[in-house]
């Protein structure tokens, strides 16, 4: 197969190739950053001027109606810089959504003015004992009178201190029958009896678990009482461009790693003609060039039929996460103990590439995935 870039996607990679080179080194680690407020970054409006925001969106609902190879071009760039603009919490899974489910009000009040960077959401649905699994939800919405209670906590909800509302995932209870539906409700930041607590993940990108108790929402606020099916969807979209990004990042591990090993000298020769290392810098490339082809399937599966594209999509997230960890390792011990340090920058990549494999499923968790279906075949 050609997998050769069309003219307009080769403008679009080497556009974005500048523009993340520009950025100073140390922003590229958001560990190193300064608390992020909910005003937008300078480079995050340089996104919303270029189009970027606008690329992964169909153009029924204002978007440029870019494909899976877009994205994929977008988060490889965005994952080798290293860059900290939640392009995926912020921007991808939610709006995903909200395009998937919303009203066109819905759309006009939320999607238009997160496409145009005025401001960000985000989406919680991971909970305590639900492992990864999207649909093992227990927070509750109950209808009350007009309008919805929700009750339940939320974690791991990835740029939410930041976001100007939150969708929140809940199981829906139809009265007078033992029917149960995932339902998916847009809570504005200053929702009474929403409560946050924030914290950093590992490397250094913003998180909090929410608590919601007794939340009182309007009619209006639930964008869906059967979410189940567009849930999947979205999802497969974020995982597919979760590896891209790792993708991104482990070039750019193995190019600092590569160029480290030539400048590094011992007994007054560099560490990159000793045969040992040449063969860890050689399985750290064969991994990623695997990783990268994983990567390619999960952005071309993106319209096949709901079973067999979250096949791929679980097969693409098991072998990127493993290959992730693995060239986030070797970078690690050949840099030796400087490796660990946080003024040398592959420790950023690295502790960014273990968050990867953790988030929206680990490699067991999807590898199970994929062996069950297997075994059911």
């Known amino acids: 197969m050609d997998f050769s870039y069309s003219d ?16 100073p080194a140390v922003e590229r680690s958001a560990s190193q950053l300064p608390p992020a407020t909910r005003e937008p970054s300078p480079l995050w409006q340089t996104f919303a001027e270029l189009g970027l925001l606008h690329m992964p969106f169909a153009e029924s609902v204002g978007g440029l109606g870019g ?55 985000a989406l919680a649905w991971q909970e305590r004992d639900a492992r990864y699994d999207i649909h093992a939800v227990t927070t509750s919405a109950h209808r009350q009178g007009a309008g919805w209670r929700l009750e339940g906590a939320k974690q791991l909800v990835m740029g939410a201190d ?34 946050r607590h924030n914290y950093p993940t590992i490397d250094g990108q913003p998180a909090s678990d929410l608590v919601l108790d007794g939340v009182m929402l309007d009619e209006h606020a639930c964008l869906s009482e059967n979410a189940a099916a567009a849930l999947d969807a ?118 960014h590439l273990v968050m990867f494999d953790h988030y929206l499923g680990d490699s067991d968790y999807h590898l199970e995935y994929v062996s069950e279906r297997l075994s059911a075949a």
Do not use: N
């Open 8 to 23: 307009e996607q080769r403008m679009l990679a080497e556009t974005l190739e500048r523009l993340v080179a520009d950025q």
């Open 67 to 121: 494909d899976g190879t877009d994205l994929m071009i977008i988060m490889q760039a965005l994952g080798h810089g290293l860059v900290p603009e939640p392009y995926l919490a912020g921007l991808l899974l939610p709006g995903d959504l909200l395009a998937r489910l919303a009203t066109p009000e819905q759309r006009d009040r939320w999607l238009t003015p997160l496409l145009e960077g005025e401001h960000q959401l």
């Open 162 to 195: 930041l976001a100007a509302a939150v969708l929140v995932t809940a199981r829906i209870a139809d009265e007078g029958r033992d029917v149960e539906r995932l339902g998916v409700f847009l809570l504005p930041s200053s929702t009474p009896g929403l409560t």
């Open 234 to 351: 979205t999802f497969a979209v974020g995982i597919a461009a979760l590896c891209a990004q790792a993708v991104g990042a482990m070039q750019a591990s193995c190019e600092q790693t590569l160029a480290f090993l030539k400048e590094r000298r011992q007994f007054g020769t560099p560490l990159s003609t000793f045969q040992a290392l040449q063969h860890r810098m050689v399985d750290m490339h064969l991994h990623l060039e695997q990783a990268r082809s994983m990567a390619i399937l999960a952005a071309t599966s993106l319209d096949l039929p709901a079973p067999e594209r979250d096949y791929r999509i679980a097969a693409a997230k098991a072998y990127c996460g493993e290959s992730a960890r693995f060239v986030a390792e070797q970078a690690i011990q050949l840099h030796g103990a400087m490796g660990m340090t946080e003024e040398c920058l592959v420790s950023h990549y690295a502790k």
